[in-house]
């Protein structure tokens, strides 16, 4: 069939809406009629180079939909289904998924690294060539054909708007507190960055009962934003942070810090250390470019404070539990994920988006499709 996707065929370059030709579902995928798909920061990667999908590349890996067409063997879904997407497979078969961190799957790597699906089959194409979906979602397209293992059944009173941001954004923000380093009652909590993982951060801490939320951005719009979520203290960088936040915490400093700034660079590890707690955990959320590898950071001091530096990939999120988990809380208003959505944007208007992403407009801007 044929779909209108946005493509990304260079580094730097802008990305292109332009008819593809849309692979039928092989064994074990889907074709979704995508309904929604956020504009995360980590699409924008592959622009700057920060990040390098195989290219050219169709965008888009924060969605959600209603299938149109099922692949030979497949029984969990059915025309018409609404559905969830996520980033990282759940084979359910492998070590990691096995015992209960499904966000390691030993499958994740296909979706990582390569851009095609099963046998490095291309499921988009434009003519003769190959064009590959971001991890192996590509939701910034009408239509496109999935693996089942990367698609959850959606509730019917979910939004596709909401449930597409769940799809990575709100599970990277909310899992940050929640599953990569559970806040307690009580606890003092920093925020860096309030895009759309940032803004899900405080609101997993707010859940969690922390005492102290502290947001900090450099934009004066998404402190009112991060205060809109939860945020009980903000500030526009570290150094306006760190008083307010040793005075609030009677000099223990936060138990855990997430950092969600767009760009991470490895200079900006030490101050950032500085605003964690002895014992406290700095969860490393941002993509920095790839080809950075060094970091600034006071060893001695880090090391003999007891404090952890910990990875988070997608919030350490297992889509089955906790999606579900997810719907329960937006429906008792607990987590508030309409509000989340600053702009919606139709698929020509892609680059649009993310401009305002840039220009700090948006906690999140959505792409919507009719
Ligand atoms: N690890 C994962 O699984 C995962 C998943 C999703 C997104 N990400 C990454 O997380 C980061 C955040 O994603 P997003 O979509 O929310 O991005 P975003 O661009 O929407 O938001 C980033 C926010 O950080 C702010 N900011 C920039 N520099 C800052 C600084 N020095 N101090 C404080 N705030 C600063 C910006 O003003 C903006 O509000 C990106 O790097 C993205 O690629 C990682
Ligand atoms: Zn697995
Ligand atoms: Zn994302």
């Excluded at 809380?329 to 020509?348: C, F, H, I, K, N």
Aim: hydrophobic content about 45%.
């Amino acid at each position: 069939m044929k779909t209108r996707a946005a493509v990304l065929w260079s580094t730097g370059g802008k990305w292109s809406v332009e008819e593809l030709d849309l692979a039928e579902p092989g064994p074990g995928e889907v074709t979704i009629r995508v309904r929604a798909s956020g504009l995360c920061h980590s699409d924008d990667h592959n622009v700057t180079g920060d990040s390098q999908a195989p290219l050219p590349v169709v965008g888009g890996h924060e969605g959600s939909g209603e299938v149109v067409s099922v692949g030979p063997g497949v029984d969990r879904f059915s025309v018409g289904d609404r559905v969830a997407t996520f980033p990282m497979p759940a084979c359910g078969r492998c070590r990691y998924c096995s015992s209960g961190r499904s966000h390691l799957c030993d499958l994740s790597a296909r979706t990582m690294m390569a851009t095609a699906g099963e046998n490095a089959r291309f499921r988009f194409h434009r003519g003769d060539v190959g064009v590959g979906a971001y991890t192996q979602l590509g939701t910034f397209s009408e239509y496109t054909t999935i693996s089942v293992e990367q698609a959850f059944a959606l509730p019917d009173d979910i939004p596709f708007a909401a449930a597409a941001l769940v799809g990575c954004g709100v599970s990277t923000g909310f899992g940050a507190t929640r599953r990569v380093a559970p806040v307690s009652p009580g606890d003092h909590v920093v925020v860096i960055g309030v895009g759309g993982v940032g803004a899900a951060a405080v609101q997993g801490a707010r859940v969690a009962g922390a005492s102290t939320i502290m947001a900090i951005d450099p934009v004066p719009f998404k402190l009112e934003q991060a205060v809109r979520f939860g945020a009980t203290h903000t500030a526009h960088g570290i150094g306006e942070a760190l008083p307010v936040l040793r005075e609030v915490s009677w000099g223990a400093m936060a138990d855990v810090v997430v950092v969600a700034v767009g760009v991470m660079h490895g200079e900006m590890l030490a101050a950032q250390a500085e605003l964690v707690a002895k014992g406290g955990s700095l969860v490393m959320t941002a993509v920095a470019p790839l080809v950075e590898t060094t970091v600034a950071l006071p060893l001695t001091r880090f090391a003999l404070a007891g404090k952890s530096l910990v990875g988070n990939l997608a919030g350490s999120t297992n889509p089955v539990a906790d999606f579900d988990e997810m719907w329960r809380l937006y429906r008792a208003g607990q987590v508030q994920l309409d509000e989340m959505v600053t702009r919606t944007y139709s698929l020509d208007q892609v680059n649009k988006g993310y401009e305002d992403m840039h220009a700090g407009r948006n906690v999140r801007g959505l792409v919507v499709f009719d």
